[in-house]
């Protein structure tokens, strides 16, 4: 089974990957207190408040902790299946 530890790893390591390396306020960074399974990113300056380093359309990356395989929906997926489950028909 994959400890967290492993799990923030890989996840570090791809957003690395996908991304570049970054410095500064634009960093992207994990945001550890809301990791669970689950773990979104964001770039340092947002973390600081800062609007101007404000990043849309992330979606966070998902990691299984048993076979350690990572997925990143893409955000309209994860808002269509969000809205199916909070519009239901009459």
Known sequence: MLTLKGAWLQVFLEIRRKYGFRQGWNELVIIDEQVFEV????????????PQYTIGGNSPIFIDRYTGEMSQPELSDLLSSRLSLAVKPT
Request: proline share 8%; glycine share 16%; with cysteine.
């Open 39 to 50: 773990f979104p990113y964001t770039t340092r300056g947002c973390l600081a408040g800062i």
